[in-house]
DNA sequence: GCTCACATGTAATCCGTTACATGATTCT
DNA sequence: AGAATCATGTAACGGATTACATGTGAGC
C-alpha cells in the first residue's frame, strides 16, 4: 500500500500511545499543525485504510464511557514508520505564504499601504507565536525532541517577525532615497 | 469572477510587462516559487479566464519570430491587483516541511539516526539558499521590493540552515545526559 | 541534421479542506 | 435543561501536480 505524508502523521502520533481519530486530531492541532497540517476527512478514512493494511489496531474503547474506537500501532506499522524516517531522498518540503507575495508584488503600492502590508504580515506571526508559547508549558514534560520542534515553531515565528521590521526599515531607506531625490 | 491567489501571482507578473505563458512560468520560477509556486496547468487555464475575465488581453505576438501569445494586463485587472494586495483579512500561509515533520518524530531513531536527519536537511536548505544566491546578481537591475523578496528568501534559507546546527548541538547535550546517566 | 530551448495546452489524478450529518456525554 | 465538548464519519469541492501530447525556431 502506498502511504502518504499523512499516513506517518497518524502512524507517528499513535507511536507515542493508542489514540482515537479525534485525539490525533488534537495532538496533530498543538504539534504537527504548525509544519504539516492534518483534517478530519483525511484521517478517519487514513485510519481504516492503515488498519487494513495491518499497520495499525483498532478496538472498542471499554474504559471511557465514550463510544470511540482507540487504534494502537502494531509492529509491522513501527516499521513502516521507522522506514520513512530514515528513507534517504527528498525531503518535500513547501511553503505558501500570501504576505510574502502580496510584498513582493507591492511595487504597485504606495508607501503607507506597504507599510501597512508589513504590520499586517507582523501581527499574523506574532499571533502563532503567542499561541505556540501558550502551548509550551504543556509540552515541558514531553519528549525532549516534541520540545525542541516547539521551540523550533517559536523561532520560526520570530523569524517573520524579525523580518518585518527589517523590511520596514529598508522601505524607510527607500522612501527616504526617492524623497530626496524628488520623486 | 472568483479570483485565486494563483490569479494574483499571473496579474502581478503581467504589471511588471507583458508576458506569454511561458515567461509568467520562468519568471516564477525564480522569483515567487519559494513562497507560492505554480505550473503550467493552472497558468494557461488562468490565462483564458483572466482574458474573458476582461483582466488581462492576448495579442499573437507579431515581434519575435516563435508563435505566440503575449498578455497584457488592463486598466480592470491592475485594479483586481490593487485591490487584493489592500484587502484586509486573512493572510494565508501554510509550510508543509517533511524535515521538521520527521525530527517531530525522530523519538522513533536512534542518536546517530537523528543526526543524519538533520544533515539532510541542512543540506537541502544549504542547496535552496545556493540556488536563490545564484538568481541574486540578475536581481539586482531590478525592482528593489524583488530585491528585497530574494533576500528574505535567502534569509529564509539561512534561518533552516542555522536552526540545524543549533538542533545538533541540543542533541549532542540531550544525548550526553542520557549517556552519563546510562541508559 | 540534431538537439535544446521555446511554446501551448489538456486530462488524469492526488491531496486536502469544508461543510454537512449525526449523536452521546459531561459540565454548568 | 442547555451548552460545550467528545466523537465519527462522508460528500462535494477546490487547488495543484504530473504526465502526456504536440509542434516550432535557434544554434551547433
Redesign the interface.
Known sequence: MELG?TS??IL?ML??GPKSGYEIKAKADV??R????ISYGQIYPELKRLEQAGLIEGQADAGSGRQRRVFSITPLG?QA??D???S?GE???????????????????DHE??V??LH??RA?HERLREELSAIRPAAESD????L??LE?GI??QE?FVD?CDR?ER?LAE?QTESTVRGS
Open positions: 505524508k506517518y502523521v507517528g507511536r507515542k504539534s504537527t504548525f509544519f504539516w497540517a513501527v514508520l521507522r520513512w524516517l530514515t534517504p525531503l518535500h518540503s513547501e511553503l505558501r505564504h500570501e504576505g510574502v507575495l502580496r510584498f513582493f508584488f507591492a511595487e504597485a503600492l499601504e506597504r501597512e502590508l499586517a504580515i499574523k519528549e525532549p525532541l516534541a525542541l520542534t523550533t523561532a520560526y523569524f523580518l523590511l529598508r527607500i
